[in-house]
């Protein structure tokens, strides 16, 4: 019976009219949604209608079915673009100069194909022949462009077939973010003149993007207050930003010309590149300058949390990414504990902190010599741990009636050094 109802399914979508077999099924697109009809002529051959019909439901169950009525439009990658960018990036994208930028790189390779000539293997050869030349996670960017591209040109009936750029691998990227040293800096100022200077030292001291800071009109900054309003950031919401006295003498040095609103006409890319180039500087984008602007303000002891406000972040964790310290300045957090938690020897054997005591000296003091009494597991070092010492610590001072939150620094390092004593 089984097998007879499995027949019967092989059999389904398959007729035969007037001696001819056919193929008649319908099934819903996994792109749109949208139910569709497959109605197909084969012959007299009831053997090769079944081979047909078994093909064409494997290739619907990938999503590569191409109805045998819909060519893809002749279009070149570089015409196509051009539609992208006026339908979806300038509507979609926040960033549009840089997806501007970023086709147009990407035409120098694809801009005279067609959309249709543009094979999974060959953007397979794009990247391995990029990968030599640019960072992995540029060309992660390129071919996520690309992909977008693609993507639109299916759901606008442009382009019919698999997208030629899924399923990539993305490049490893490196965790490591570049910033900019004082010396550094300092000789990349020394390479760069005009606007581009102004332009340098603006996004230096403010931390913006790139393309805020060309969307910056003169209505946008109070110089007597000292505010810069931000309209529309990459988060979608405007936000407000401090200018120092160096962004205040940058401002005052541009012209504001009559015919052109926006600050800054342009963040002269070319001229950047050729400045860093000149200044001996090596992995320097104009994106550089806002982790410069973040990694010293971190340096500098500024909070996370001021600092991811000074970024315009919409998540703290985007912000851990900046604000992270050089080795130099690391080694130095950790050398300033050598004068904070230095301690010597007392002839009453009880190791003190430089530190003069607190007002609460005569009470820890009894809470040690308490803990420290005999019968107390650990005054004999009996192979109980620090993290093991601190928990009976904290319930002692509870019975004390100190609250832990409360008790001075003292009694740790008092703890500390009858803890070291005990083991010793």
């Known amino acids: 019976m089984a097998e007879i109802e499995k027949a019967k399914r092989m ?17 819903r697109d996994s792109k749109t949604g949208l139910r ?20 064409i439901r494997a290739r619907i169950s990938k999503g590569t079915y191409l109805p045998e009525n819909k ?19 300038r509507i979609n994208n926040r960033s549009y100069d840089d997806v501007v930028d ?20 060959v953007v397979e050869n794009y990247r391995i022949e990029r990968i030599k030349e640019i960072k992995g996670s540029t060309i992660n960017r390129h071919t996520a462009l690309i992909r977008s591209c693609f993507q ?17 691998k993305k490049f490893q990227e490196s965790p490591k973010l570049r910033f900019l040293s004082i010396e550094e800096l300092e000789r990349l100022y020394s390479k760069c003149h005009g606007e581009l200077l102004a332009f340098v030292k603006f996004a230096v001291n403010t931390g913006m993007r790139r393309g805020e800071i060309l969307a910056l009109t003169w209505n946008d900054v109070d110089i007597n207050t000292g505010w810069i309003y931000i309209r529309t950031s990459k988060s979608g919401k405007p936000r407000e930003v401090p200018m120092n006295e160096n962004v205040r003498d940058v401002l005052l040095s541009l012209r504001k010309l009559p015919d052109k609103p926006n600050i800054f006409s342009s963040p002269h890319r070319g001229a950047f590149e050729q400045a860093v180039k000149r200044a001996c500087l090596k992995g320097v984008s104009l994106h550089t300058l806002r ?30 990414r900046y604000a992270h310290l050089s080795q130099s300045h690391a080694k130095h957090a950790v050398d300033v504990l050598n004068h904070k938690l230095d301690v010597k020897d007392e002839s009453c054997g009880t190791f003190m902190a430089q530190n003069d005591f607190s007002e609460n000296d005569e009470k820890d ?11 107390n597991d650990f005054s004999r070092g009996g192979g109980i741990g620090r993290r093991a010492g601190l928990r009976i610590l904290y319930r002692k001072v509870w019975e004390f009636n100190s609250p832990p939150r409360q008790f001075s620094r003292n009694l740790l390092v008092l703890f500390q050094s009858k803890h070291r004593s005990a083991d010793n």
């Open 365 to 375: 003091g009894k809470i040690v010599t308490a803990l420290f009494s005999r019968g």
């Open 11 to 27: 059999e389904r979508g398959l007729f035969k009219r007037n001696g001819s077999w056919s193929i008649d099924i319908s099934y």
């Open 102 to 121: 970023k086709l147009n790189l990407l035409n120098r390779y694809f801009g005279n194909l067609y959309l249709s000539e543009i094979t999974r293997e």
């Open 291 to 320: 982790h410069t602007f973040a990694s010293h303000l971190a340096m500098s002891s500024v909070d996370i949390m001021t600092v991811s406000k000074l970024l315009g972040h919409s998540e703290i964790s985007m912000t851990m």
């Open 71 to 89: 060519v893809t439009e002749k279009i070149t990658f570089r015409d196509f673009s051009q539609q992208y960018l006026s339908r979806h990036a």
């Open 36 to 55: 569709k009809r497959v109605r197909k002529a084969i012959g007299t051959n009831k053997e090769l209608a079944r081979n047909e019909l078994a093909d």
């Open 152 to 168: 639109r040109a299916i759901e606008w009936g442009i382009f019919y077939g698999q997208n030629p750029a899924s399923g990539f």
